[in-house]
């Protein structure tokens, strides 16, 4: 009977093995391994359990139901003696602002602009002392007023608060720096406030000290980039004098990590002004440039991180600013396979860029100056020209001029 009950334990096993073991045997051999593997089990030892910390949301933010009286309130509230209220109001103030009927209320008719920065420079100065993040939370309050053009403008006639925001996007401090270059790049992002900020210009001398701190550090906030091209726009003239010109060449030539990015453009707009294509011409940058595109052939692994070219329209730019002078068209003839480098990027059926095309036809159009030159590209790059799918207007209008000039010379040198 014990036998005939040993049988219902294990079918797969009696199945199989029936011949050879009884089916006692069997349950006896599988209970020893299942007791061994219990004991392995056991001896681990398992992860000790914590309670979970409880939330924070209600001890950062103020206490209000958010509506009309709601930034009235905020604003009354950090103007607090109490640390712990203060925090609360700017915390909640930062939230409240993001939206931007709340943003432009309180600009124009709760002065905000001025409370922030008489609160922020009594932080600055060391006045007060920091008991929670307030120096990041009032960025984030002054990163959402800048994108208010009247915002922007009333932070832009500050000084004090321009030197504060260099000061502290000259850092080491990242997520600081971070909001600091994001502020200064929302104010000169907009043209009427771009003036304010260049018309001062001990800016761009600031912004200057922070890029010759270190020479060769590898990367700079993005942000810090834009808002360093937006003042190279206007006043190229000025940055040359503040050296950017020898900095920027020197980052493209030692192959700094993501040179031909926002360093190549900045160092394309330079090139904007009479002494900057004078030292274009003395510093032999086409040849710079024609070594840059050169290396496409060289092996990813024998460069560092950073060092391979993935987008080629800043390069393209530095041809197209620089192609001006007798000297630099002179000098163009020595690289023909420059031509070739700089249509075979700009013709590609993989080109996702506009801009791309466009700064190529027109550095072709300042290329093709030079009958040698010119002919050269009639003859090996005109079917390539004629079939390029232009990806906006503005790119094939440029095509379209470039084409009409090409076969103007084939009309006038057949006749």
């Known amino acids: 009977m014990w036998e005939q009950l040993n049988k219902y334990r294990n079918h797969f096993l009696q199945h199989e093995i029936k ?52 930034l009235p309130k905020l604003m009354r509230e950090m103007d ?20 931007p009927l709340n943003a432009q209320r309180a600009i124009l008719e709760m002065e905000i602009v001025r409370k922030l920065k008489n609160a922020f420079m009594r932080l600055c100065l060391k006045f007060h002392k920091e008991e929670h993040e307030e120096m990041k939370i009032y960025l984030k309050i002054f990163n959402i007023i800048s994108r208010n053009l009247n915002g922007a403008e009333q932070i832009a006639n500050r000084k004090c608060l321009m030197i504060e925001f260099y000061k502290i996007a000259g850092s080491k401090e990242s997520e600081k720096q971070d909001l600091a270059a994001e502020i200064l790049r929302n104010l000169t992002g907009q043209p009427k406030v771009l003036g304010i900020v260049i018309k001062d210009e001990e800016n761009l001398g600031y912004i200057a000290n922070i890029f010759k701190q270190d020479p060769c550090r590898p990367y700079y906030p993005a942000d810090l980039w834009h808002h360093l091209c937006h003042m190279l726009e206007l006043a190229p003239q000025l940055g040359i004098d503040l050296g950017f010109f020898e900095l920027l060449h020197s980052r493209i030539e030692n192959r700094l990590p993501l040179f031909w990015e926002m360093n190549s453009k900045a160092f394309a707009l330079l090139l904007r002004c009479e002494e900057g294509q004078r030292r274009f011409d003395k510093l032999d940058v086409i040849q710079l440039i024609y070594e840059v595109f050169e290396e496409v052939y060289v092996d990813k692994s024998k460069k560092l991180p950073g060092q391979f070219v993935e987008n080629y329209e800043y390069l393209i730019l530095i041809l197209m600013d620089g192609l001006h002078s007798k000297r630099a068209l002179w000098r163009i003839r020595e690289f023909t396979m420059l031509t070739c480098h700089v249509a075979r990027r700009m013709a590609s059926k ?66």
């Open 19 to 70: 011949d050879v073991l009884t089916p006692s045997s069997i349950n006896s051999l599988q209970n020893k391994e299942w007791q061994s593997f219990m004991e392995k089990r056991n001896r681990c030892k398992s992860f000790p359990q914590h309670c979970t910390k409880s939330s924070t949301y209600f001890e950062d933010r103020a206490q209000l139901a958010y509506g009309w009286f709601a």
């Open 80 to 99: 607090s003696d109490d640390n712990l209220t203060h925090w609360r109001a700017i915390y909640s103030l930062s939230e409240f602002l993001l939206n």
């Open 350 to 415: 993989r080109t996702t860029n506009p801009r791309i095309q466009l700064y190529g036809l027109k550095t072709l159009r300042n290329m093709g100056t030079m009958p040698c030159v010119r002919r050269y590209i009639i003859g090996n790059w005109l079917t390539e020209i004629c079939e390029m799918k232009c990806l906006d207007a503005e790119a094939e209008c440029a095509r379209d001029a470039l084409l009409d000039w090409l076969r103007r010379d084939i009309a006038d040198s057949s006749s």
